[in-house]
């Protein structure tokens, strides 16, 4: 029965193995399929290449080589499309021409204008107005095939390459005009691989975009040309008095001479030379054929003489400075900010700058060769981090490299305060003990000054009499017996406090091997009077449009300080620090009737000589020595500098009110005369400031006033905005009036304006 009536349920199975055993059948044939078409397409393709087969001579000398060729330059492709992205990053944004038109002037904190940087390429020269012989002179010197090129000269560099081989030396430069101008527009000066590769792609991209006249006159826009001079009509002005449109051949000559090394070859700075190099260029410009021997001849004959400046110049290095500072700001501005002029306020006090500048001359002039001390950097900031006078070098003209923010040298032992601090913050006293005896860190051994041993001391008296082997003991207390943890922690400290320098990580560390900025270094110590609060160095005030608009104002939109160790270890240091001006290292220093705090700091081989310091209103850095890192005659930080920071300090506080330091008695008297103070043959003093309460005042009230208008500008119907006038015209007899008028109008729509007293 069975048998007879099988169940249905079960007929599922077989037809499932049909089924899998078809689709296995179709893969493999399939598989077999295709294999076999695979096999007759390659048999056929072979047949056609066939055809083509080379052999002989005919493939190795031209079959291989090309197939060679073919894949190298899809690798060099490759490598070359990896290259360029960063250089045609610099090109995303779309005002990128717009953006490289920065011009700024600059005011001092008064008001008054003190000179300008950059190009306003509006305000510029067209290049038909231009003359012939300057134009064909820096084409005859820069880059002859500049009008054959399209962007990089392979004939002019290979030549340049082989007459560098020849002389053994950079006697030419391989580099061409639209090149320069590509350095000049998106780039740095740094010497590197990188900064020439995507100098190559964006010249070719500038070739792509500008016409050669646009790409000529870009560079002779932007070219700097010494002495703060941007562009070939700037410094016809500054060095000959002149409009560029007025150029004779003999100063278009010496002006194109100066394109490779504006320093080098400036007329102010060395003129045989200067009248040397325009004679190449003269030649250069008979060798092009632009010239004839017999037109050059009076260039020859009569060289071109520049006009000379009066001692009372621009502040250059600050105003270097402050330009750079200004351009990082500016990328910091709302993108509704479109002007690429401004008008800058800095806290420049050009009185105290042409003292500072008088004294580090005369100084040098004086003990210079005593100590073999040949350059000085100073800087001169208030407690709030506003730099009031800086100088960069002896003279400008001569070197335009500014030692005060760019010169990285080893502070000695005017780094110990960051130790001591350090310290203090982590449980010590100025009157905790430590031993001072020999120690060694690995094979490193420090010794003092004196190579002598002291015993027990307290921190104040280490500090005090400077001692080496008492620094060195802390980082490795504070480290809990590992030095490597206690100078983390220092170099914490130092960054807190104002310090970006790099800070390596050696045992020497604590008493100042590793180098710092004079500019950082002085505005770092601002944090003991401020009571442990750091503060940022800055030029800027405020900026303004060419039209007047405020779009930036350091106490508003600036950094604002930030508490980086507790105010009792500020005033402890402020203490320890006193100390040292009044019984140690830096009595030099001392200010008459004014309380004073600071550290001396000398390197090894007396190759650099320190003293910063600072009192209830400013904070100060000198530094002296020589650009080559020779050794001077054992001067150390408590004499030239010590005494040239006295100076530039003593006339800083004439007719200011003296503020207390924290921790210390008050100044024997509210302000200083200013009577005789300036150095040196002039008995011009230093101009009395308005007192402290008076500037803030001043200061609020125009801050109230800029920042109603700019409310009211973007909330206010016109109406309200004439009730303002006319408020503050019914009260302009009273400052308190007019910002209460001021305020009441902006309560009138709730702006956010704040009441000034």
């Known amino acids: 029965m069975t048998d007879m009536f099988p169940d249905p349920g079960d007929n599922w ?87 490289s038109d920065l011009a700024v002037t600059f005011l001092d904190r008064y008001g008054n204008k003190i000179g300008s940087r950059g190009i306003k390429h509006n305000d510029s020269v067209p290049l038909d107005e231009m003359p012939d012989n300057l134009i064909k002179a820096v084409i005859a010197t820069e880059d002859r095939r500049f009008y054959e090129h399209f962007g990089i000269d392979f004939f002019g560099t290979l030549r340049a390459m082989v007459t560098n081989a020849q002389a053994g030396g950079v006697v030419q430069g391989g580099s061409t005009i639209t ?20 100098e190559a792609f964006l010249a070719g991209w500038l070739e792509a975009h500008l016409t050669k006249n646009e790409i000529l006159k870009l560079y002779l826009d932007r070219a700097y040309l010494g002495g703060g001079a941007f562009g070939v009509d700037a410094a016809a002005e500054y060095y000959f008095g002149k409009s560029v449109r007025d150029l004779t051949l003999a100063e278009s000559a010496m002006m194109a001479g100066m394109f490779k090394a504006p320093v080098k070859y400036s007329p102010l700075v060395n003129l045989p030379a200067s009248r040397a190099r325009a004679n190449v260029v003269l030649d250069n410009l008979v060798n092009a054929g632009f010239l004839t021997e017999g037109q050059v001849y009076g260039a020859r004959r009569h060289p071109a003489t520049p006009i000379y400046h009066s001692e009372d110049e621009a502040p250059n290095y600050y105003l270097d400075w402050a330009f750079d500072e200004m351009r990082q700001l500016v990328d910091t501005f709302p993108k509704s900010v ?51 006078a800086m100088v960069g070098g002896r003279n400008y003209d001569e070197s335009q490299f500014n030692r005060a923010v760019d010169a990285m040298r080893q502070p000695g032992s005017s780094f110990k305060p960051y130790v001591y601090a350090t310290a203090l913050a982590n449980g010590y006293t100025p009157d905790s003990v430590v031993v001072d005896s020999p120690v060694c860190i690995g094979n490193w051994c420090p010794h003092n000054y004196e190579s002598s041993y002291a015993g027990a001391v307290t921190l104040i008296e280490a500090l005090t009499r400077s001692i080496n082997i008492i620094p060195v003991k802390l980082s490795i207390a504070l480290g809990g017996g590992n030095a490597k943890i206690g100078r983390a922690k220092i170099v914490q400290t130092a960054r807190n406090m104002g310090i970006v320098t790099p800070l390596p990580d050696t045992p020497s560390l604590p008493i100042g091997a590793d180098a710092v900025t004079p500019l950082e270094h002085a505005v770092a110590y601002a944090t003991f009077p401020n009571l442990g609060k750091a503060v940022v160095p800055h030029a800027a005030l405020e900026v303004r449009t060419g039209d007047g608009k405020l779009v930036w104002r350091f106490d508003r939109d600036g950094p604002k300080p930030r508490q980086v160790i507790s105010p009792q270890v500020a005033v402890e240091m402020i203490k320890m620090m006193n100390s040292v001006v009044e019984n140690g290292t830096g009595t030099r220093a001392k200010l008459d009737g004014i309380p004073t705090a600071g550290k001396t700091g000398t390197t090894n081989d007396w190759r650099d000589g320190w003293f910063v310091g600072y009192t209830g209103n400013f904070v100060g850095a000198v530094w002296m020595g020589n650009d080559d890192f020779s050794p001077t005659n054992h001067m150390v930080g408590g004499s030239l500098p010590a005494m040239t920071w006295h100076d530039i300090m003593a006339y800083a506080h004439q007719g200011v009110e003296l503020r207390q330091l924290p921790g210390l008695p008050p100044p024997e008297r509210t302000q200083v005369a200013t009577e005789g103070a300036f150095k040196g043959g002039s008995d011009e003093p230093h101009p009395a400031l308005l007192t402290r309460k008076a500037t803030e005042a001043l200061v609020h009230i125009e801050q109230m006033l800029d920042d109603a208008d700019q409310a009211l500008s973007q909330a206010s119907p016109p109406n309200t905005l004439g009730a303002l006038d006319t408020g503050i015209a019914n009260n302009h007899g009273n400052s308190n009036d007019q910002a209460d008028a001021v305020a009441a109008a902006a309560e009138q729509k709730a702006l956010p304006v704040s009441r000034g007293d």
């Open 179 to 198: 090149q320069q101008l590509a350095k000049n527009l998106f780039l740095t000066n740094a010497r590197t691989y990188t900064r020439k590769v995507n």
């Open 338 to 388: 479109t002007d690429r002029y401004f008008v800058v306020r800095t806290a420049l006090d050009m009185d105290l700058q042409r003292y500072a500048d008088h004294v580090v001359d005369s100084n040098l002039r004086d003990y210079g060769k005593q100590y073999d001390a040949s350059q000085a950097a100073v800087v001169i900031a208030d407690l709030s981090g506003a730099v009031h």
């Open 13 to 99: 199975r077989p037809k499932l193995k049909r089924l899998l055993l078809d689709i296995d059948s179709r893969i493999d044939f399939a598989i077999f399929a295709s294999g076999k078409w695979a096999r007759e397409l390659y048999e056929r393709f072979t047949a056609a290449m066939d055809r083509f087969h080379v052999s002989g001579w005919k493939r190795w000398l031209i079959v291989e080589p090309l197939s060679e060729a073919a894949t190298l330059g899809a690798g060099a492709l490759l490598l070359m499309l990896s290259l360029s992205i960063s250089a045609y990053m610099q090109t995303s944004d779309k005002d990128w021409l717009k953006k």
